[in-house]
Structure formats: structure tokens, C-alpha cells
């Protein structure tokens, strides 16, 4: 019941992604709308209730000659700084990427209007990770929810209703170049 459950909802977020455009109604693509750097406070929340804030930085360099863009995140707490270094590689397909973790790790992604988006899985941890652009404002945002899920109503003869508990951490960065 679990596994049809979860190909349900995978095949649901699939088919949403499968569905979208990379063009923007102004005319640019992904990457283009996203190059150069973005600062913020992120906001991390567990349930409804904020657990901290801290601040966030986002670069995304131009392409290289093979078309790959140098990504890094970088997270400012308050007695350290965190660092991630990424690299957005296109796929074939137009509108889908992978984001390489520079340590053997390599996420799927697509874009839809304006958003990059990928789900994977950490741990017993599933994220939904989305950064859309548009002109100096981007967002980003991360969904985390774990990999067991809670029933929450049966009817008669009919499957389950599951819900997830659900994390998320959000910014709303403005353009510093």
C-alpha cells in the first residue's frame, strides 16, 4: 500500500514536471534569468513554527564552453559560514539539467517557466528543491518531508489518504549583481 502510494505521488509530480516550458512570457530561459548573485534570509520552519533564520547566498556563474554553470550556495550561521559547491550540467532534453554535487552525487532536474526544480532523497528525508527567477527577485525554497508517511482517512474499500509532516526553508533573495 505504502509503494503504490508513493509511485502515485511520484508519477503525479512527474507528470507536473514533464509538463512545463523553459522560456520565460518575457523571452528568457533558464539559466539566463538566474545568472549572477543573490542574497537573503533564509527561514527554516518545522511544522508552523519558525526554528531559526540565517542568511543565504546564490551564485550562478555564466555557462563554460561545454555549457556548465558553477553554482554555489553558501549559508551564513551564526558562528559559521557553510559552503556548497554545485554544477548544473544540460541534459540532452531541453528543459532538464543535473546538478552534480562535485562528490559523485548527481540530482535530476527540470525547468518549468522560471523554476529549477529536483527531488531526491537524503537519509529517511525526502526534498523538493525550487529556485525560481524573475528580473532582480528569485526565490528558493526547499520542502522536506520524511519517507514514512501517516494515513489520515480510509473509505470504504477505497485506498488510503496519506500526509506527510512537512519542513520547509524559504528566502526571497534579491540580485546583488
Known amino acids: ?8 505521488l ?3 509530480c512527474s507528470s507536473v514536471l514533464l509538463s512545463g516550458q523553459t522560456t520565460t512570457r518575457t523571452g528568457q530561459s533558464f539559466p539566463e534569468t538566474c545568472i549572477g548573485e543573490w542574497t537573503g534570509t533564509l527561514e527554516i520552519f518545522a511544522g508552523q513554527s519558525r526554528k531559526s533564520q ?4 546564490i551564485r ?17 550561521g551564526e558562528d559559521k559560514v557553510e559552503r556548497r559547491p554545485y554544477t548544473l550540467k544540460p541534459h540532452q ?5 543535473y546538478i552534480d554535487e562535485n562528490n559523485g552525487t548527481v540530482l535530476q532536474a527540470r525547468v518549468m517557466d522560471r523554476t529549477l526544480t529536483s527531488i531526491f532523497k537524503i537519509k529517511d528525508q525526502v ?14 525554497e526547499i520542502l522536506v518531508y520524511p519517507d514514512l508517511w501517516e494515513p489520515v482517512g480510509e473509505t470504504e474499500g477505497e485506498e488510503i489518504t496519506a500526509s506527510w ?3 520547509t526553508q524559504s528566502a526571497v533573495l534579491e540580485r546583488v549583481r
Open 1 to 8: 500500500m505504502r509503494d503504490s502510494i508513493l509511485s502515485t
Open 165 to 167: 509532516p512537512l519542513s
Open 127 to 140: 526534498l523538493l528543491s525550487q529556485w525560481t527567477c524573475q528580473g532582480d527577485t528569485s526565490h528558493w
Open 93 to 97: 532534453r531541453p528543459g532538464y539539467w
Open 54 to 57: 540565517i542568511e543565504l547566498s
Open 10 to 12: 511520484f508519477l503525479l
Open 60 to 76: 550562478l556563474d555564466a555557462p563554460d564552453s561545454l555549457g556548465y554553470l558553477n553554482y554555489t550556495l553558501v549559508y551564513f
